[in-house]
């Protein structure tokens, strides 16, 4: 309790129209509740054939038990059920789950350019999944193929080296986690481009990988990793008192009586957790692990309490719109509608900000 | 093969003959159980009547079977028979195009291995209960198997027979004809740019061009497809032959490319253009695009009449 009021009171965030919105925190939940859930329902309604509203709805409530005749052919059910639903659900929990992550690693960092990716997790990612095309075996196990298990194991890994490397060096620990995590990103960075290189036929898979997408999400991938981002998520929630408490500073939190150490610890092994799940099932996607955290503070202060799930909401309605809009023109990669839609309206918000924004 | 549950690689004795372009009388013939060339065992319960070709050779297989009035989609790369280009696409360079692909509705799926359809795309029609064969001909006899395997898929396995023993016979013509006279070190261009973009060691243009009476120079290895200009130089090509001319390359471009005058073929001027589609393409034109390239390695050479 008293870490959050010591946030509000040193943080001076001052917005200009939008400070209006800072103390309507519950209005901007709803507003975002209900965008995600229109940009669900525009998801599974809109896509690269054009299905009649009233077939969608039919087979959704079908599904949901009510009885409905069934006036729609076999393939239309599929393309609903199996193709669009589990992808609209995916980019919802992977916008979230990013957008939590994002939110943690700027606080524990105390840094406005963190993002997901900072600490490895993405050229971890990239090479575990480029590693994965290049071996010649093709496992498929509940539609997780190798390239899905290389490439959380490969973010987790990266994670877990930059932490170990880092803890050894006598820098201030933020800036030795940093630094590191540059360091090691760049040489799996390496790494990547000499799997690239030797790709050969199969340089286009792990390109798409890099791109990110949600055009592969199926049930099974879905299931796979919902649970872990929506539970690592959680976890995170729980513990927003220690990410207010981080935000003063080490000292100050220190002197609140925390553990730093082990608080660090624990929360960035869970944001890496959810961000290894998140990239394993969509590939890299830039910017909302980014800017949705910024967006959201800017709107309603840095109370962690606050921002961490109206990040995840906003997340999840970015990313799923962002999805909606790649489709439309055919198969766009996500990564580029995120940059593009999420860069302009990012500038605007922070033209509108007054001076005191900080992490 | 055609009668396969028992997995036997020899002919069914007991087919059926059918007249070309009448309806299978299928019943004999279905169901039937075939082994792809990724090794996957898939089962064709009925007589497929909705088709989806994921690759352009697998487009000109139906059509050249008698079966193109059965297919619901193809790729944007269809370009032969006219009749192909017209077909929905399902499948483009970007990957398989789910929604139309699913809309399409099809029975049987005919994809292209080797990546030419992403694995993850191909993996997901088969979650969906769809039937897919992945075909991925590694050399010349394997363009001729995969026609039979989908003869065999489509009901026109009899067709496929005659097609593959007819392009046989005209292979192995050409070939005789071509391996009579020297073998020139041949240089097979598949592209300049970024890079120098040639055939890998043992790979299906490699097949392609010994059948065609020249002495392959390759990239050194099995899975690299770029060479250094060092190499090409060092293996001095007596001929090169341009299949990217369909791209643009032209003779007096290679030759005018700094350092390539030393090579023997272009102090010669033994540079010449190939259409690349015929002689790659894994389909029922392959025997076309082998007198092709013969023709371009062996100007002069006369080939046995094209019409078998």
Known sequence: MSAGAATEARSAVRVGRLGVLRHRPVAIGLGALAALGVAIVAGVAFGNIAVPIGDTIGILASRLGWPVATSWPASTETIVVDLRLPRVLTAAVVGAGLAVAGTTFQGLLRNPLADPYVLGTASGAALGAAIAVLIPVSVAW????????LAFSGALIAVAVVWRLARTTSLSSLTALLLTGYAVGSLLAAGLSVAMYASGAQLRQIIFYLLGGFSGASWPQLAAAAPLVVVGSVLILIRARSLNALLLGEETAANLGMNVRRERAILLSLAALVTAAAVAVSGLIGFVG???PHIVRLMVGPNARLVLPLSALVGAAFLTFADLIARIPGELPVGVVTAIVGAPFFIIILRRARAGYEV | MACGTGGSPSQSPQAQPTAVGSPTPAAAEFPVTLVDDEGTSVTIKTEPLRIASLSPANTETVFALGAGDRLVGGTEFDDFPSEAAALPDLATYNGVLMEQLVAADPDLVLAAGNDFNPPADIARIRELGIPVIVLYPEDVPGVLHDIELIGAAVG??????TMTSDMQARIDAISTAT?????????YEMGAEPELY???DQSFVTDMITLAGGEPITTGSTTAFSLSLERL??????????GDANYGTTAEEVAARPGWDVMTAVKSGAIRPVDDIIVTRPGPRLADGLAALAHAVHPGLALPSTAP
């Open chain 2, 233 to 242: 130089v060092d293996e001095d090509p007596e001929v090169i032959i341009l």
């Open chain 2, 156 to 161: 026109r396995g009899d067709e496929a027979e």
């Open chain 2, 179 to 187: 391996a009579a006279v020297e073998q020139p070190r041949t240089f």
């Open chain 1, 290 to 292: 980014l800017i949705v």
């Open chain 2, 198 to 200: 040639g055939p890998a």
């Open chain 1, 142 to 149: 509940l539609g997780f193929g190798l390239v899905h298990a």
